[in-house]
């Protein structure tokens, strides 16, 4: 079956650390990829997306991401975090099939220590 | 920019009542969702329309239903509501283009009394 993994729940950093949230997915072929945000009480907002080309793609707000085929994963990375940064984070995978359907990771909250 | 809008931030209902909650998308966009949100869960999906009057069930539809008389509105009904459907609602939309993002709106958080 195809699903999406964020094994990491909650994780809390110190604002300027770096920072790298864990996606894995179960596949065989390459899906599309999507990271977004959700601050409290907002909805989504796309961070950046990978479909085909580069494996390391850039996203808004200081984040990228890398695609790594051989470990099925796509982890989202920032340099130094900012206390503007606590958010919730979602990985989404598109596999085959029509319709621009996603299946969601269950998310990872991130806590920013000043 | 695309903007997906819900009409209601903060709902209150109670048990038994048939509730709908609506969204609206500006991009004409084909395809619309609806998600329910949960701790720990992650974002799961009850319905999504392709088209006009055109839907198709996503995996948690029981319990609800969904209209779409025009391509910019997307309707989610609870026919009768219960308290285990206290949650948050999300909508978003997209092209029909396989490497579109979606688009969510800004969610509505629906407390079933």
């Known amino acids: 079956a195809q699903s999406v993994t964020q094994p990491d729940i909650h994780i809390t950093v110190s604002e300027g650390a770096s920072l790298e949230l864990r996606c894995n997915y179960s596949y065989g072929a390459t899906p599309y990829l999507f990271w977004y945000v959700q601050s409290p009480g907002q909805g989504l907002q796309l961070l950046l997306k990978?479909?085909?080309?580069?494996?390391l793609v850039q996203g808004i707000k200081g984040f990228e991401a890398e695609f790594k085929r051989s470990q099925s994963s796509f982890n989202l990375r920032k340099p130094s975090v900012h206390w503007s940064d606590a958010a919730e984070y979602f990985c989404?995978?598109?596999?085959?099939?029509?319709?621009?359907?996603?299946?969601f990771g269950a998310g990872t909250r991130l806590a920013v220590h000043p | 920019d695309v903007k997906v809008t819900q009409s209601s931030r903060y709902l209150v209902k109670r048990t038994g009542e048939k509730v709908f909650l609506e969204c609206v998308q500006d991009?004409?966009?084909?395809?619309m969702f609806w998600y329910r949100q949960d701790p720990g869960l992650g974002l799961r999906l009850i319905y999504f329309s392709y088209d006009v009057k055109m839907k198709e069930k996503g995996d948690i539809p029981e319990g609800y239903s969904v209209s779409r008389e025009k391509k910019e509105r997307f309707s989610l009904i609870l026919e009768s509501a219960s308290t285990n459907q206290t949650s948050m609602y999300l909508c978003a939309s997209t092209t029909q283009q396989r490497n579109q993002p979606q688009h969510f709106g800004d969610g509505t958080r629906l407390s079933i009394l």
């Open positions: 990978y479909f085909s080309g580069d494996t």
């Open positions: 991009m004409d966009h084909e395809n």
């Open positions: 989404a995978v598109r596999f085959s099939g029509g319709y621009n359907k996603l299946i």
